[in-house]
């Protein structure tokens, strides 16, 4: 069966890798009461995270334009396959719409994102406080969103793994 | 007759000339601001006072003999989220508590050139004074005036951010104090 290639099987991991982090880390720090070092700190290292999944998913959506992934097994029902198709469009969506809800959202806290704390990056919006509360809620449902996305993706892959056992799941594991 | 009309002239010549000795100007606060810039892990925060007066007695013709006293509420602070506000006037930054202002008091105002003077004076944030010397730029709109200083400090000098917040690769020593006085 034929796999995906090499890079995007490295982007595809490593953008499972920095989401899981960066949803796990907004958790943890929101749940940090008052002020802290490590609050501050883990809200810094969030945003890093955030944006490198935003530059990745550029980076792949690139790469997937020039490099086709391999078709779906012929094994798969039409209904399967829609939504399949749907399913990774509902998640390059949100890998996108994800870290830019929380750029944005930073942005009309007051707060831009200095990446590894080494620059700057642009910074099109100035303070907003009517915004921010909605900004927010937007970027908690998309995340709670991309959540279950995620989970659905992780048991469709397991379905065919162990049910279907076509290989789907083999053409993206290193 | 005549004799009154001479007390007259001699105290209106008097008003006039306390007037322009000493202008005591009052700080329109709606169109001021007092902030202090600072990094967090790089990140430029600004965070405003949101209460606070100025009293400046201040004399175009004569600027040595000005005088500017300049007092914050500490507790009025606001560095864009009310949570994190609150967390700024306990004790470990602020302290507004015990230590609900932080004053200027000018001992020294020079000209320094066109539109530009030298003053000097004690800070005291926290309980703790120190003598700061910054430049202020003024401009005269017939009698509206407009000040505006910028005073680098260090945050530490005044035990702002104490115990875990001593860490100045989270919260940098430098601040930046700026403001803009409108007065009249």
Redesign the interface.
């Known amino acids: 069966m034929q796999r995906y290639t090499t890079t995007a099987i490295i982007l595809h991991w490593l953008t499972a890798l920095l989401i899981i982090s960066a949803f796990t880390l907004g958790l943890v720090m929101t749940d940090i009461p008052g002020l802290t070092p490590a609050k501050l700190k883990y809200f810094s290292w969030h945003k890093w995270l955030g944006v490198t999944v935003l530059a990745i998913a550029a980076i792949r959506l690139l790469w997937r334009k020039a490099n086709v992934p391999p078709p779906h097994p012929a094994s798969m029902v039409a209904w399967q396959k829609k939504a399949a198709d749907g399913m990774h469009i509902l998640l390059y969506i949100l890998i996108f719409a994800v870290p830019i809800s929380g750029y944005v959202y930073t942005l009309a806290a007051g707060v831009p994102v200095v990446y590894l704390g080494l620059f700057q990056l642009p910074v099109f919006m100035g303070p907003n406080p009517e915004l921010k509360p909605l900004l927010k809620e937007i970027h908690y449902v998309l995340n709670m969103t991309m959540a279950a996305a995620v989970a659905a993706h992780v048991l469709a892959a397991l379905k065919h793994q162990f049910i279907d056992r076509d290989g789907v799941l083999k053409r993206m594991l290193p | 007759m005549k004799l009154t009309h001479k007390v007259a002239l001699a105290s209106l010549m008097g008003l006039s000339f306390a007037a322009t000795a000493a202008t005591l100007l009052k700080a329109d606060t709606a169109k001021s601001s007092v902030s202090a810039t600072f990094k967090?892990?790089?990140?430029?925060?600004?965070a405003k006072f949101k209460k606070f007066t100025a009293a400046i007695d201040y004399n175009p013709a004569s600027p040595d003999a000005s005088k500017a006293t300049v007092e914050i509420e500490t507790a009025s602070i606001d560095i864009?989220?009310p949570?994190?506000n609150k967390?700024?006037a306990k004790k470990e930054w602020f302290n507004a508590a015990q230590f609900p202002k932080a004053t200027f008091v000018s001992s020294s105002i020079k000209a320094a050139g066109a539109g530009k003077l030298t003053v000097t004076g004690k800070l005291n944030i926290k309980g703790k004074a120190t003598d700061v010397t910054f430049p202020l730029s003024v401009k005269a709109d017939g009698g509206k005036y407009t000040f505006d200083g910028v005073l680098p400090i260090k945050r530490l000098t005044y035990n702002i951010g104490e115990g875990?917040?001593k860490?100045t690769s989270?919260?940098a020593d430098e601040v930046t104090i700026k403001f803009h006085v409108a007065a009249q």
């Open positions: 967090q892990m790089n990140v430029p925060v600004e864009g989220d949570e994190y967390e700024v875990e917040w860490d989270m919260v």
